[in-house]
C-alpha cells in the first residue's frame, strides 16, 4: 500500500475551506427552476430504482442511459423513452448537456466511471460501496475536490428524518452516557443467494462480457458471476461492503469518528457451496480510537432474519433500523426497567423508499445550491474504508492495525 503514503494529507488538503463548492467551473449557472439532465450509468434493478426516483422528483430529465446489456437499457426506456443510449459510459460523458450521472454499476466499475464523471464535468450520485478497494477512495475524493463537482455516495441512512432525529435526541445530547459499543447486523439477505435466470445460462449475444469484466483478469462467460456479482470478491465486498457499509455510516454519523484503528474478523463460505468467494457467514470487529468497538455480523442460512443498528452505552442503548428506533434507559439497581421510547420513522405507501427519495433529493438540491451533499464522498470514502479493513482481515486471516492519522495499514 505504498500509495497511500501522505494519504492524510491529501485528505487534509482536499476537506479544508468552506462546504460550499464554488459555481465558477460549473459548466453552466443553474437557475432555481432549471431541470436537471442526467445520464445513468448502469441501469439494471437497482439502477433503474434509483433512476425512477430521480425522475419522480419532476425536476430531471434523463438524456441518457447506458448499460452492457442491451436487455437492461430496452427496460430502462421504458422509463426515459427519449433517451439516448450506450453500451460505453465514456461516449455517454461526452454529452456536454448532462448535468449529472447516476452510477449504479457492479462495485468494481463505481471508481473508473466516478473518475472519469467528475473529470468531465458531472455532478455524480454513486451507489454505495464508492469503492471496490481502500486505495480507490482517495483517487475519487481528489477527483472530486479538484474538479468542485457534487457527489453523492448512495447511503442514504444520511438523509433519513428519523436517524437526524435520534441522533440528535439521544446522541447529541449524551443521553447514552460513555458510549462503548456499536453493534450492527444484517441478517438474511437474500439478494446475495439469487439464482442467474434461464435466459442467461447462454450468453446473451447483446451482453457485452468482456465490458463487463472491465479491469478484472479475464474468466469466461459465468451467468452466475454476471447475474449475481455481489458473491464474488472479484466484483465486490460481499455483504461487508453491501451491508455494512450502510450500518457503519450509520456509527460513523451518530459518534464522529470514521478511521477506525483495527480491525479482526472471522467467517466463511458455510452453507452455500455453489462457487461464490463471498462469506455467507461473517463477523467483523472494528476498534476506535475514541475507546468504544463496533461489530457487524451477518449470515445468509434462513434460520434468521432482520437488521439493526445498536449504540451502547453506560446510560442506555439506542436502537436503529430503516422503519423506527428505540431508545432503552439503563435500569438503576432496585428499579424496574423505564419503558423504553419508540418511534416510527414516517412511512409512504407500499414500497416507498423514502430514505432514498429524500437523499436523491438532497442531491439535487446540491446540485443547485453547489453545497456538500448529506453523503459526500469523503464520507462514502471512510465508511467504504471502514468494511475494506473487515474484509482484508477475513481475507488474511489475521488482525489489521490502521494507522487514524496517514490512513495506512500497518506493517504485519
Same mark, same amino acid.
Given at each position: 500500500?505504498?500509495?497511500?503514503?501522505?494519504?492524510?494529507?491529501?485528505? *487534509?488538503?482536499?476537506?479544508?475551506?468552506?462546504?460550499?463548492?464554488?459555481?465558477?467551473?460549473?459548466?453552466?449557472?443553474?437557475?432555481? +427552476?432549471?431541470?436537471?439532465?442526467?445520464?445513468?450509468?448502469?441501469?439494471?434493478?437497482?439502477?433503474?430504482?434509483?433512476?425512477?426516483?430521480?425522475?419522480?422528483?419532476?425536476?430531471?430529465?434523463?438524456?441518457?442511459? $447506458?448499460?452492457?446489456?442491451?436487455?437492461?437499457?430496452?427496460?430502462?426506456?421504458?422509463?426515459?423513452? +427519449?433517451?439516448?443510449?450506450?453500451?460505453?459510459?465514456?461516449?455517454?460523458?461526452?454529452?456536454?448537456?448532462?448535468?449529472?450521472?447516476?452510477?449504479?454499476?457492479?462495485?468494481?466499475?463505481?471508481?473508473?466511471?466516478?473518475?472519469?464523471?467528475? +473529470?468531465?464535468?458531472?455532478?455524480?450520485?454513486?451507489?454505495?460501496?464508492?469503492?471496490?478497494?481502500?486505495?480507490?477512495?482517495?483517487?475519487?475524493?481528489?477527483?472530486?475536490?479538484?474538479?468542485?463537482?457534487? $457527489?453523492?455516495?448512495?447511503?442514504?441512512?444520511?438523509?433519513?428524518?428519523?436517524?437526524?432525529?435520534?441522533?440528535?435526541?439521544?446522541?447529541?445530547?449524551?443521553?447514552?452516557?460513555?458510549?462503548?459499543?456499536? *453493534?450492527?447486523?444484517?441478517?438474511?439477505?437474500?439478494?446475495?443467494?439469487?439464482?442467474?435466470?434461464?435466459?442467461?445460462?447462454?450468453?446473451?449475444?447483446?451482453?457485452?462480457?468482456?465490458?463487463?469484466?472491465?479491469?478484472?483478469?479475464?474468466?469466461?462467460?459465468?451467468?452466475?458471476?454476471?447475474? +449475481?456479482?455481489?458473491?464474488?470478491?472479484?466484483?465486490?465486498?460481499?455483504?461487508?461492503?453491501?451491508?455494512?457499509?450502510?450500518?457503519?455510516?450509520?456509527?460513523?454519523?451518530?459518534?464522529?469518528?470514521?478511521?477506525?484503528?483495527?480491525?479482526?474478523?472471522?467467517?466463511?463460505?458455510?452453507?452455500?457451496?455453489?462457487?461464490?468467494?463471498?462469506?455467507?457467514?461473517?463477523?467483523?470487529?472494528?476498534?476506535?480510537?475514541?475507546?468504544?468497538?463496533?461489530?457487524?455480523?451477518?449470515?445468509?442460512?434462513?434460520?434468521?432474519?432482520?437488521?439493526?443498528?445498536?449504540?451502547?452505552?453506560?446510560?442506555?442503548?439506542?436502537?436503529?433500523?430503516?422503519?423506527?428506533?428505540?431508545?432503552?434507559?439503563?435500569?438503576? *439497581?432496585?428499579?424496574?426497567?423505564?419503558?423504553?421510547?419508540?418511534?416510527?420513522?414516517?412511512?409512504?405507501?407500499?414500497?416507498?423508499?423514502?430514505?432514498?427519495?429524500?437523499?436523491?433529493?438532497?442531491?439535487?438540491?446540491?446540485?443547485?445550491?453547489?453545497?456538500?451533499?448529506?453523503?459526500?464522498?469523503?464520507?462514502?470514502?471512510?465508511?467504504?474504508?471502514?468494511?475494506?479493513?473487515?474484509?482484508?482481515?477475513?481475507?488474511?486471516?489475521?488482525?489489521?492495525?490502521?494507522?487514524?492519522?496517514?490512513?495506512?495499514?500497518?506493517?504485519?
Amino acid at each position: 500500500m505504498s500509495d497511500q503514503i501522505g494519504r492524510r494529507s491529501l485528505l *487534509r488538503g482536499l476537506t479544508t475551506g468552506a462546504a460550499t463548492l464554488t459555481a465558477a467551473s460549473y459548466s453552466r449557472v443553474m437557475g432555481a +427552476n432549471d431541470r436537471v439532465q442526467l445520464g445513468a450509468i448502469g441501469v439494471g434493478d437497482r439502477g433503474r430504482h434509483v433512476m425512477g426516483l430521480f425522475i419522480g422528483s419532476n425536476t430531471v430529465d434523463v438524456q441518457a442511459v $447506458c448499460d452492457v446489456y442491451a436487455q437492461q437499457i430496452d427496460l430502462a426506456k421504458q422509463k426515459a423513452p +427519449n433517451a439516448k443510449t450506450f453500451s460505453d459510459h465514456r461516449k455517454l460523458l461526452e454529452m456536454k448537456e448532462l448535468d449529472a450521472v447516476l452510477i449504479a454499476t457492479p462495485d468494481h466499475w463505481h471508481a473508473t466511471c466516478a473518475i472519469d464523471a467528475l +473529470n468531465a464535468g458531472k455532478d455524480v450520485y454513486v451507489e454505495k460501496p464508492l469503492t471496490r478497494t481502500i486505495d480507490e477512495g482517495p483517487r475519487i475524493v481528489k477527483a472530486a475536490r479538484v474538479n468542485e463537482r457534487v $457527489c453523492q455516495v448512495g447511503m442514504q441512512q444520511r438523509s433519513g428524518k428519523h436517524y437526524i432525529e435520534a441522533k440528535q435526541k439521544y446522541i447529541d445530547a449524551g443521553k447514552l452516557g460513555k458510549i462503548t459499543l456499536a *453493534r450492527t447486523w444484517w441478517h438474511g439477505n437474500g439478494y446475495h443467494l439469487r439464482r442467474a435466470p434461464a435466459s442467461l445460462q447462454t450468453k446473451p449475444t447483446n451482453l457485452d462480457w468482456a465490458r463487463f469484466l472491465g479491469p478484472l483478469k479475464w474468466r469466461d462467460y459465468d451467468p452466475q458471476q454476471y447475474f +449475481n456479482w455481489r458473491a464474488y470478491l472479484d466484483f465486490g465486498g460481499g455483504q461487508v461492503t453491501d451491508l455494512f457499509t450502510h450500518w457503519i455510516d450509520v456509527v460513523h454519523m451518530f459518534l464522529g469518528h470514521e478511521v477506525p484503528t483495527s480491525a479482526v474478523a472471522a467467517g466463511g463460505v458455510y452453507a452455500y457451496k455453489d462457487g461464490r468467494t463471498a462469506p455467507d457467514t461473517i463477523n467483523v470487529l472494528l476498534e476506535y480510537p475514541a475507546d468504544y468497538t463496533a461489530t457487524f455480523e451477518a449470515t445468509l442460512a434462513p434460520g434468521i432474519t432482520g437488521e439493526g443498528v445498536e449504540i451502547c452505552g453506560t446510560e442506555g442503548r439506542l436502537y436503529i433500523d430503516r422503519g423506527h428506533y428505540e431508545f432503552h434507559q439503563a435500569r438503576k *439497581r432496585g428499579q424496574a426497567a423505564p419503558e423504553p421510547v419508540i418511534v416510527q420513522a414516517a412511512r409512504g405507501g407500499p414500497g416507498t423508499d423514502l430514505l432514498t427519495q429524500d437523499h436523491v433529493q438532497n442531491f439535487l438540491d446540491c446540485v443547485k445550491s453547489r453545497k456538500r451533499p448529506n453523503g459526500d464522498v469523503l464520507i462514502g470514502h471512510r465508511s467504504a474504508q471502514a468494511s475494506h479493513l473487515g474484509n482484508i482481515a477475513y481475507v488474511e486471516k489475521r488482525r489489521i492495525d490502521f494507522d487514524p492519522v496517514r490512513e495506512e495499514i500497518l506493517p504485519f
